[in-house]
């Protein structure tokens, strides 16, 4: 079926009349089905719930958390294949992309979470230096924060939202999530699974719904917001944040460079450098796109490059042998034509792709008025230059401009110059080369000889440096933005009254000074030198307190 620009624009303007949401198949047109959109009534209603949930959930056990998420887990694999179906068919991504990168990451995420929160959280004593002399204790523990909203994008609409209420419930929080407009059904599934493993009632909730749904949200106010999208929507959602004071973790927009220095293992550079420029049609927020090569090696990695392109094959998802599906929405082949359009008027070159293309059902074209779907063709680009505006703004699609460079500092200049900060790689033998320039760069995670591929690792931090981001999500790190340090502050020798209290006089006076100068050194000898005057100020305030 040929996809009509009205049938489709209901999926980009979200509710109709009947405030219903109508989910497609990006690869074919067809309607995947109807869901009603939650008025901001009902997601108020939604955050009391999961409010009331969370006076019970946050008591529980982190055996019992541990039991339900591994029961969720469970669930997953027990409905994998229709799980992978799912994804793929509500955004067009290869099914073989929906099980090797959205649920085994998850799966694995959900097993070290399950397994290792407790001890992440166990409470901890802090040193307190010499307080501890005078018979004092302190301890950290995590409290949960309460209700947590998780907005998520739609490129990674399974691992993403899922990966992050885990999290959260794990922490003792409840969850409302707010899927994509355009991935409803997969955001309704994330529901089912966690009601499927038992949790009680309102633990997690799903409302749908598009952009005013999430602000409705964002203003019911939850306690934290776990956020994935662009750098437009965060502003806008730390903005209506602040009115609350309601904290956010932002996961945003990137422009990753990848780095190959003449050096590097020339065949593996090319096998990532497609693979990280067009996995999911180039709709991850760590896409390579932009590739910066050594001189030497430029022409011949180029070629590399190209030949690789040329073998991958396109089309509907739900084909085992496809290695590039549909890109998610017509908004976003726009954006992508438009870059490609740009990068061609720069005076770039346009080695392969380049073309709207619906591989088996139209010939390509270069007409966005009469596609007839939402492939576009993987696309390398030669002589693009960071002065170019396409190799400043996201692109989100599956393009790979390719850029010469001559020595280090220049490529470290040319990957930094750029307002985004989320992920890096470096392609070199020498590794210490390779940490030498991956310190330099400015984001969150820079591999060396890897690309793309960690944000599958749950166990480390995921997050963008400038304005790809704020906060983490997985590691430590993101399970700390889950909860709130509480210190327990305990005195063990409470017999005396403490020598800053009032009243002040000149011994208090001469007391405090000893403190700023011996006891604040730190140095138990020189403290040790300030007794006498400790004494002569405890005897004063004890003889104070018997006369009154
Ligand atoms: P958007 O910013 O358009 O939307 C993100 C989410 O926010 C969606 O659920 C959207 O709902 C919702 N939303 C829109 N407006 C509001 C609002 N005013 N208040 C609350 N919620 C709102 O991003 P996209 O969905 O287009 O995602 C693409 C972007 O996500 C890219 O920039 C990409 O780099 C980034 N991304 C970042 C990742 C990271 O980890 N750093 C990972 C994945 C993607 P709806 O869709 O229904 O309009």
Known sequence: MPFGSETMSAVQTIADPANEIVSFDPATGAEIGRVNAASADEVLAAVGRSRAAFRSWKKTSFAERKRLVLAAREVILAEMDDIALLISR???????????????????????????????????????GLFE???????????????????????????????EAVMAVMAGNTVVLKPSELTPFVGLRIGEIFEKAGFPPDVVQ???????????????????????GSVATGKRIAEAAAKNLTSCVLELGGKDPMIVFDD???????????????SNSGQNCASVERLYVQRPIAEKLTQKIIDRTLKLKQGSGEREDVSIGAMSSERQLKIVFEHVEEFRDCGAIIETGGRIHVPGFTEPTDDIETAAGFFYEPTVITGATNDM??????????????????????????????????TASVWTRDYAKGRRVAEQIEAGTVCINEHLYTHGIGQTPWGGFKNSGRGRTHGIEGLLELVQPQHIHSNRTALLPDAWWFPYSPAAVDTFRQFATKFATGSLIKTTGMMPQLFTRIKELVRNRRRS
Not at 137 to 149: D, R, T
Not at 396 to 422: H, K, R, Y
Request: negative net charge.
């Open 90 to 128: 509500e955004s067009g991504k290869p099914v073989a992309e929906a099980l090797a990168f959205e649920i085994a990451p998850v799966l694995d995420l959900m097993r070290w979470i399950a397994n290792g929160a407790e001890k992440m959280l166990r409470p901890r004593r802090i040193g307190i």
């Open 264 to 278: 590097a293992n020339i065949e593996l550079a090319a096998d990532a450098a497609v693979w990280s420029a067009f």
């Open 206 to 228: 799903v409302v749908c719904g598009a952009g005013e749904t999430g602000a409705a949200l964002v203003e019911a106010p939850p306690d934290k917001i776990l956020f994935t």
């Open 389 to 422: 505006r396409p190799m400043q703004v996201e692109t989100f699609g599956p393009t790979l401009p390719i850029c010469v460079f001559d020595t280090e500092e220049e490529a470290i200049a040319l990957a930094n110059d750029t307002e985004f900060g989320l």
């Open 133 to 163: 002399l005078l018979g004092r204790f302190s301890k950290i523990v995590y409290q949960p924060l309460g209700v947590v909203a998780v907005i998520p994008a739609w490129n990674y609409p399974f691992s993403i939202p899922l990966g």
